[in-house]
């Protein structure tokens, strides 16, 4: 049976929906509901409807941005060459196969014959790109050369060599000069380390800079030849000696320590960084011979045009007026004619002089001792001369005590690396007190080339068994130093040069133009 709404229950109802709080209730739901509808929701539609529009536009303008920049990268790009296919005729063919069978056989007798020095074999291949080319290696036998050609993937058709040979690719190296720039030195130190770091072996990592070293000859040469000793099983060491002078003593005594502690890769990031500061202190000493030598040009310059150029104007005056010239102007006049008419003798003279200096310097050795002592005893030139030595022998020897190097030889390379017979003679005593026992400090004791500092430094890394750490602070002491003096000479010698060059000018201008006021107060 339907259940009916009576009257008191209607009215029940009616007077809840009429209660104040019910409609407070609803009319701020509904009035939320038309905010939201209103401020919301019509304008995330709005949104929605733009973005699915500028979305179709921005992948159509990506599409075609992307294009036009492919186009410009295919037109700007270097095409890669046309792979060049290597052809010979039968008789070429037929003579180099020939040539492969003699060395064979040579290679099963004489050619399997070690020498006990490494001479250079001239070598005939065809490398993997079917190219017939011919180099040189450095090497023991041709067999061990043949294999290692072998091994890089060539098919080798002749191993010859010679002392004409040796002459011409090895011997007359010494003329021509096959030692390693500090910059280049630098680099292939950063790049080794480099490599073994990220996981190659030593020899791969030579390979990789061989190849790097297209352009320089001698450079891939010697490189093929350490690779070529790693492959026998040399030590690194012992491959970058038979280089000759290409690779400092300093670094294969250091890589020669390394391996016997296992350092290889802490030993080339300290060489690099040696190096790196080592050229810093090179650079700092051209920059401050390059300004005054600039300057002082400049200023001969100027008063050789002045001598040849302005003063026979003078000149000229002079002689038509029969003025008397005397004193300072005649001497001036007279360099001017001397200057003008005689010109080839100054230059010879000149060229002469500058020739036989150079010659005694570096053959004479007591001529190069009494110069450098001379220039050890001039004022500011002293303390740069003794700031870069001290930087330089502080430096290396912390590198050599840091690396274990033996303490004769670590003084031993020192000595051959400073160019200063001075401090070289100190270097010597050092070595000769150590084998006598006594201390390395004696040799730097009460020495003028020695500053205190360094002395008492030295004498205190002694004592405390931290030698190597205390030349370390010595050599940042005296570069500080250097830079200090070099950056204070800079700024010292330009204001004393143009001084120098504005007197010099204005005494030849007097010199030439005092005459004139006396024929003028003769006129008058």
């Known amino acids: 049976m339907q259940e009916t709404l009576t009257p008191n229950k209607s009215n029940s109802v009616i007077e809840i929906l009429k209660s104040p709080f019910v409609i407070l209730y609803n009319i701020i739901v509904y009035t939320g509901v038309g905010i939201k509808a209103v401020f919301f929701d019509f304008w995330v539609n709005i949104y929605n409807g733009v973005s699915y529009q500028v979305d179709k536009t921005y992948r159509h303008t990506k599409q075609q941005f992307m294009a036009e920049e492919e186009k410009i990268y295919e037109k700007t790009r270097k095409k890669p060459k046309k792979e060049k296919v290597y052809k010979y005729s039968a008789k070429t063919l037929a003579n180099l196969e020939r040539e492969r069978q003699e060395l064979l056989v040579d290679l099963q007798n004489a050619g399997a014959t070690r020498s006990k020095t490494p001479h250079v074999y ?18 023991l036998s041709k067999l061990d050369i043949n294999s290692y050609l072998l091994n890089e993937g060539y098919v080798v058709y002749s191993i010859k060599t010679s002392p004409f040979i040796d002459f011409v690719h090895k011997d007359s190296s010494t003329f021509f000069g096959k030692k390693m720039s500090t910059k280049d030195l630098i680099f292939w130190l950063t790049q080794l380390s480099t490599y073994i770091k990220a996981g190659l072996t030593l020899n791969e990592a030579i390979k990789i800079l061989t190849a790097q070293m297209k352009g320089n000859k001698a450079r891939v040469t010697a490189f093929k030849a ?10 690194f060491s012992s491959a970058l000696e038979k280089q000759g002078t290409m690779f400092p003593a300093l670094l294969i005594n250091m890589i020669k320590a390394a391996e016997a502690s296992g350092t290889l890769v802490e030993t080339l990031d300290d060489m690099a960084n040696y190096y790196t500061e080592l050229d810093e202190t090179r650079k700092q000493m051209v920059s401050a011979m390059t300004y005054p030598t600039i300057i002082m040009v400049f200023a001969l310059a100027v008063i050789v045009f002045i001598l040849v150029y302005v003063v026979p104007q003078f000149t000229e005056i002079y002689a038509s007026s029969d003025a008397e010239i005397t004193g300072v102007t005649k001497i001036v006049i007279d360099v001017s004619n001397f200057l003008k008419e005689d010109y080839m003798i100054i230059i010879g003279v000149v060229a002469v002089s500058i020739v036989t200096l150079v010659i005694l310097y570096k053959t004479v050795k007591a001529f190069k001792t009494s110069f450098q002592i001379f220039l050890m005893h001039i004022p500011i030139v002293k303390d740069v001369i003794i700031y870069n030595e001290m930087t330089i022998f502080s430096k290396t020897f912390a590198s050599l005590l840091r690396n274990n190097v033996f303490i004769t030889d670590s003084m031993d390379i020192l000595s051959r690396i400073t160019n200063n017979e001075v401090y070289r003679a100190i270097l010597y005593k050092t070595i000769n007190n150590i084998v006598k026992g006594e201390k390395i400090s004696e040799a730097f004791k009460d020495h003028w080339a020695v500053p205190d500092v360094a002395y008492y430094m030295i004498v205190t890394g002694e004592s405390t068994g931290e030698l190597a750490n205390m030349m370390q602070k010595v050599s940042e002491y005296y570069q500080l130093l250097h830079k200090n003096i070099i950056n204070n000479l800079k700024s010292f010698i330009e204001p004393i040069m143009i001084s120098m060059l504005a007197v010099i000018v204005g005494l030849i201008i007097i010199a030439v133009i005092g005459p004139m006021f006396d024929m003028y107060e003769q006129i008058q």
């Open 122 to 139: 001239l070598y005939k291949a065809k490398d993997t790109n079917g190219r017939i080319i011919s180099g040189t290696m450095n090497g």
């Open 226 to 235: 350490i690779s070529y000793e790693l492959t026998l099983g040399e030590s």
